[in-house]
């Protein structure tokens, strides 16, 4: 399939467009047969400053801005040598690849700041009038049948609509510079944005069938912490998902042990480590004839921690999860599992429960959530700070009763009763 810029291009040299354009765009939209002027040589302005002053200029903006039909404008456009620009495409620094890959690097992750790009698509957007601005491939195809359905130009609803994503995009990408600058300096502002990307996956229905439109989001242009292996996960299926996987993973981190837990609307129905279980456990739990492994151990203590509220519950495993575990979950009633990753053949077995209808998280074990989370309710919101406190064995040194010696069998069950 042919890449979208080199469609447009393509499309836009076949309508004899005359583009503006700089360095590397400007050599690819030539190999696709666009005539092309460099935008120093429209301005009379050369590139300075290592590149951080191309587009910033009264002949680019004037021929953004400019009202048409407006006699004094167009004037003035006249005066200065100023021609009207109609249609702008612009693809932003990649500021959040790099952040993703080196947040600390204050200097890198500053220079990938766009400034032109931004000032351009927030000017094309104001004046949607007579500019039609574009700041996505995935746009791309949009544009070229709107134009060529229309005769060489786009209806004003569709360049509002334009005008709308583009503004979107600038204040996700302002909110995603914000939220970092926050956390590199001592006085972070007192108002901070946050911004959901795009619908990665759309929902059946949020809490309730009639709760309409619902979709999964990512977060301040990050990525989502899992990946949808098998089944389709509703609203309800998610949350429980992502609360039970921070659980376990905290847990597995603070004892060492495979960690399990089984969550049922948002609240935990139990949590467990995968301590083996004595022949009497085994006899009451029914698995006195089952393989178990550590991990295998650790789900069947969770789910037993209050079987009946586990009915139709949520799994969590912090571990690989093996053949063991998956044969004692196939007989359960239940939803879906998030683990980090999974044997192959225990995963045909849960792809197979339900009749294919299953749900199969894989968990990115080497995320890390944003410090600072954000909740709206009945039009309030909060902004608490992360709870990341790993509640491990050495905050059980200090004893504050006056029996101060506590077995070993007694800290490591406390471990999964913290909070």
């Not at 709107?146 to 509002?160: I, L, Q």
């Not at 994503?165 to 995603?176: E, R």
């Not at 006899?283 to 921690?305: F, M």
């Amino acid at each position: 399939m042919e890449h979208p810029s080199a469609e447009l291009g393509k499309f836009l040299a076949s309508r004899g467009v005359h583009v503006l354009s700089t360095g590397g765009t400007a050599a690819k939209l030539r190999e696709f047969g666009c005539t092309v002027q460099d935008v120093a040589d429209y301005t009379g302005s050369p590139e300075i400053l290592d590149g951080r002053v191309k587009t910033l200029h009264p002949k680019v903006h004037g021929g953004l801005l400019a009202a048409r039909g407006n006699e004094e404008h167009e004037k003035q456009m006249k005066e200065h040598g100023i021609r009207g620009i109609d249609l702008v495409v612009v693809n932003l620094y990649p500021f959040n690849e790099a952040v993703a890959k080196n947040p600390d690097d204050f200097a890198t992750c500053i220079e990938n700041v766009d400034i032109g790009g931004p000032a351009m698509i927030r000017a094309s957007a104001k004046n949607n009038a007579s500019v039609t601005i574009v700041t996505s491939p995935s746009q791309y195809r949009g544009v070229i049948e709107e134009v060529t359905a229309k005769g060489g130009c786009t209806s004003y609803g569709f360049r509002k609509n334009q005008a709308a994503a583009a503004y979107a995009l600038t204040s996700a990408y302002d909110s995603a510079v914000s939220q970092w600058f926050a956390g590199q300096v001592t006085s972070p502002p007192a108002t901070q944005t946050v911004a959901f990307q795009a619908v990665e996956r759309p929902l059946k229905y949020g809490c309730n069938p009639h709760q309409l439109p619902a979709g999964l989001c990512s977060v301040m242009g990050g990525k989502l912490p899992f990946e949808v292996v098998a089944g389709t996960p509703g609203y309800i299926n998610l949350l429980d998902a992502v609360n039970a996987w921070q659980l376990v993973h905290e847990l597995a981190q603070a004892t060492s042990l495979p960690a399990a837990a089984s969550f049922k609307h948002v609240s935990p129905a139990g949590a467990a480590i995968g301590v083996p279980l004595s022949d009497e456990e085994k006899i009451v739990y029914e698995v006195k004839d089952k393989e178990l492994t550590p991990t295998a151990t650790a789900y069947v203590r969770a789910r037993n921690a209050d079987p009946l509220c586990s009915f139709g519950d949520f799994v969590a495993i912090s571990h690989k999860v093996d053949v063991a575990t998956a044969n004692i979950l196939k007989i359960e009633v239940s939803d879906g599992i998030i683990a980090p990753d999974f044997e192959d053949a225990a995963l045909e077995i849960l792809k197979a429960k339900k009749a294919g209808k299953f749900i199969v998280l894989k968990a990115d074990a080497g995320y890390t959530p944003p410090a600072q989370e954000y909740r709206m309710c009945g039009g309030v919101g909060f902004g608490p700070f992360r709870n990341d406190a790993l509640f491990d064995a050495s905050r059980l040194e200090k004893v504050v009763t006056k029996k101060k010696e506590l077995p070993e069998q007694g800290k490591t069950s406390s471990l999964p009763r913290s909070p």
